[in-house]
């Protein structure tokens, strides 16, 4: 009997600490960050090649922030509390990429694509024969 | 010209009619498709899943369709579909007409079914009886006869892409590899149906024939002495003209995955099913599974 008390107690005391954790999340306020990434079109020969090229990206923030900028899930670097930062970065891709300013929670303060661009853009003709013509 | 052809090309009209009533155009090709492939790309991809095509041969075993492959590459001209190798030679934006080399599928029929019958070129076949010359009513397994050969087909096609989702295909073909000596042809008709509330389906309908010569259904189908055979079931054949209907729906699931049903029914001459060879007076091609694009 006491023991079930027990766990009653405890499951009301999680509840409310995850709620309490929740709501302070939910009030957390992300600061404006200002981000531009150059430049933001990658030109390949044919599309679907490997794009390589040096990018620089700028960050401004109202005060100083800790953030870290994402080339898609990977993170390139980290800075902690500054509030103006420009660096230049060696990236390669094969397709479009999303560039984002995060928080270490994983919150984005900002972010940015940088598109691939092909000189002979993909051609396409009809297919002569009925796909799986087998039957 | 038998009144039953002349039927068939009657029902043939009436589809191209009905097939052509439609208010959507045809689209261009901007994108990956089944109708439109990437210039310059080599693409691989298997279907996995269950199906069968039946044999129609007396003792002939059916092909069971469990994991298929299937490869395509299209250059500016050349172009390859799993058992197909060609080269266009004219091109319009309606019309393109190609040189191209292909298996036959006749033999096919005639080999011990182990895991070979995975790449099997397009259907059509037949054989009629000489007048007066009536076969005797035994059928004559395929294994008993004398081996046939496998054929390469070479020869030109048409596609001719009309509005609405709507083309033809045909195809002139002689055996390039003096195997039957003689040619054969096929009209097809497809029929590309999409709706907006289903964006990744597309259903397809085709309807044609497959005509051969008398040279290629005599080598395959014909009974003579080198058959060792009784006399009495020896047999000569004609040329013939099978009609055949065709539905197809794929769905895309992912980037890699689609889910596929195919059926396909070839009907076969009368003049053919009278052939102690044959047991069967059609065959039905149908696969439902999967397929994963590498």
């Known amino acids: 009997m006491r023991f079930k008390f027990f766990i009653g107690h405890s499951l009301l005391a999680s509840l409310l600490m995850i709620s309490l954790t929740a709501t302070g999340k939910d009030n957390l306020v992300v600061p404006k960050v200002d981000l531009s990434i150059k430049p933001l079109t990658c030109i390949v020969k044919q599309q679907g090649e490997q794009c390589q090229m040096i990018i620089t990206a700028k960050w401004q923030a109202i005060h100083a922030i800790d953030a870290c900028l994402y080339q ?55 297919r002569l024969r009925a796909e799986w013509s087998l039957f | 010209m038998h009144l039953k052809y002349v039927v068939f090309l009657q029902k043939l009209f009436l589809l191209i009619i009905l097939f052509t009533y ?35 041969l007396e003792g002939g075993e059916n092909i069971p369709l469990v994991v298929v492959p299937y490869i395509h590459y299209y250059g500016e001209q050349f172009f390859i579909e799993n058992n197909v190798i060609g080269y266009s030679f004219y091109q319009t934006e309606n019309v393109i007409l190609s040189a191209i080399g292909q298996l036959n599928r006749e033999k096919s029929f005639f080999i011990d079914r182990k895991v070979s019958q995975l790449f099997i070129p397009n259907m059509s076949e037949s054989t009629i009886a000489r007048p007066g010359f009536t076969p005797q009513d035994e059928p004559i397994n395929k294994n008993q006869i004398n081996k046939r050969k496998w ?76 058959d060792n055979v009784d006399p009495k079931s020896f047999y000569q054949a004609n040329s013939a003209l099978n009609p055949y209907v065709s539905f197809n729906i794929q769905h895309k699931i992912n980037h890699s995955w689609q889910a596929k049903l195919t059926v396909k029914k070839e009907f076969l001459d009368s003049n053919l099913t009278d052939s102690p060879l044959f047991d069967e007076n059609n065959i039905t091609s149908a696969f439902i599974g999967v397929v994963y694009a590498f």
Not at chain 1, 93 to 119: C, E, P, R, T, W
Not at chain 2, 25 to 38: K, L, V, Y
Not at chain 2, 207 to 218: E, F, H, P, Y
Request: contains cysteine; hydrophobic residues 35%; aromatic residues 10%.
């Open chain 1, 72 to 126: 898609g899930e990977k993170s390139l670097s980290c800075w902690q509390q500054q509030q103006n930062v420009v660096q230049k970065f060696n990236v390669s891709m094969h397709q479009d990429m999303q560039f984002s300013l995060k928080n270490s929670q994983g919150i984005v303060y900002a972010h940015k694509n940088i598109n691939i661009n092909s000189i002979s853009p993909k051609k396409y003709r009809r």
């Open chain 2, 151 to 226: 054929a390469v087909d070479g020869g030109i096609q048409l596609n001719w892409f009309l509005a609405n989702n709507f083309d033809i295909e045909a195809q002139v073909l002689h055996d390039i590899n003096n195997v039957y000596q003689g040619l054969n042809a096929h009209l097809g008709l497809h029929k590309l149906l999409t709706f907006k509330r289903l964006a990744h389906t597309r259903f397809k309908l085709s309807a044609g024939a497959k005509w051969q010569s008398k040279a290629l259904t005599d080598y395959y189908y014909g009974l003579d002495e080198s």
């Open chain 2, 22 to 56: 439609s208010q959507q155009s045809f689209a261009d090709c901007t994108n990956e498709s089944s109708e439109c492939s990437a210039i310059g790309q080599w693409h691989l991809s298997v279907a996995l899943g269950a199906g069968v095509i039946t044999n129609p």
